[in-house]
């Protein structure tokens, strides 16, 4: 008989105060508070069946991934944690994961991708196929958050829908992730502005590291609190224009300290600025209300409401641009079978 398959679905994140830097490196500590926005549709797609084979394997947008992959090696890494943290004996998986959306590009794909591995691995491990399963064996939603943080740290957001807050708290035990706002509460949209789907040349766990050897960092985590209860305010009246002046500031300090570290960590790319110039320029003058934000990639997330967001994807089509279309959306999703198609 064929074990069981587990089918655990998670969504990629926008951070709006963003995550970079730590206090705690092994621990996975944030420096700082974040908050984010799920997304709708750029997901990570995960399989999970107990493997015949006495190992774990994994594939990766169909292709079987060797052990030595530095992918796979932060999946086999985040697997034993958890089954230390379980305390249950590491069974070996067969692990099938994909993304609706290009990885390693600036997108998130770690947040969706281990937030997806911790809730499969730990379903199959304990055999609970569903959300109300897994509660009665005692793991709660901001359990599986805390564990899929020592992944990546910005996975814990994407335990939930709506909008989200990472809190650093006063250390690694007491820090924690919640919902703000459920999806409900403002229906924002998100197009991903496509500059370059290429990987990354320095990874964001890499860049991390770096952020205190800026001379603009502790200047801005002085300054973060102020933002954040400035984004909170502007989140609670739904106030678009109070908010996305507060999205600007914040990708463009982030990307300050990335390129004030020596060597400096350049994500952005020309065109990123171009696009940047071209976004104020219809807002300005046309009266387009999109503002952008930018992780650590050089790729744009356009934040708009839905009745301005037809103009905008009219205006990118005239200017020949790639995007993907995206917006608040809700949290991950666990069951069963074995014959599901990828969407």
């Known amino acids: 008989m064929a074990p069981d398959v587990y089918l655990a679905e998670a969504p990629s994140n926008i951070a709006f105060l963003k995550y970079w830097g730590k206090a705690d490196a092994a621990a996975q500590w944030p420096a700082n508070d974040s908050l984010s926005m799920t997304l709708r549709h750029a997901r990570t797609q995960t ?8 190992h774990h394997e994994i594939h990766f947008e169909g292709k079987r991934l060797a052990a030595q992959d530095p ?8 697997l034993t944690f958890l089954s230390e943290a379980l305390e249950e004996s590491q069974v070996p998986l067969h692990i099938d994961t994909h993304n609706t959306f290009p990885a390693s590009c600036g997108i998130a794909s770690s947040a969706s991708g281990m937030a997806a591995l911790t809730i499969g691995a730990v379903a199959c491990w304990l055999e609970a196929s569903s959300w109300e399963a897994l509660t009665n064996k005692g793991i709660s939603r ?3 958050a805390s564990w899929a943080r020592r992944g990546s740290g910005s996975a814990c957001r994407s335990l939930w829908g709506g909008f989200v807050v990472w809190e650093a708290a006063a250390g690694p035990a007491s820090q924690r992730a919640y919902p703000l706002f459920p999806s409900a509460h403002w ?3 998100d197009t991903l502005l496509l500059v370059s789907t290429a990987p990354k040349s320095v990874s964001s766990s890499q860049g991390h590291t770096t952020a205190w050897e800026s001379p603009l960092f502790l200047p801005r985590l002085s300054g973060l609190p102020t933002r954040k209860r400035a984004m909170l305010e502007a989140l609670a009246d739904c106030n678009l224009a109070q908010l ?5 500031q914040e990708a463009l300090e982030m990307h300050s300290i990335m390129l004030s570290v020596v060597p400096p960590i350049v994500y952005l790319l020309p065109q990123t600025a171009s696009w940047i110039v071209q976004i104020r320029r219809w807002r300005q003058e046309e009266g387009l209300e999109v503002y952008f934000t ?8 356009l934040i708009c409401e839905p009745s301005t967001q037809p103009a905008l994807l009219a205006r990118l089509a005239q ?6 279309e995206d917006g608040i959306g809700e ?3 666990l069951g069963m079978g074995r014959n599901k198609k990828w969407e």
């Open 71 to 78: 992918f796979a090696q932060k999946m086999l890494r985040h």
């Open 47 to 54: 399989r999970l069946q107990r493997s015949a084979s006495g």
């Open 187 to 189: 229906d924002l949209c």
């Open 244 to 248: 996305g002046p507060l999205l600007e």
């Open 319 to 324: 200017a020949g641009a790639q995007w993907l």
């Open 142 to 144: 901001a359990q599986l």
């Open 294 to 301: 930018i992780d650590a990639g050089p790729n744009l997330h």
């Open 331 to 333: 949290g991950p999703t």
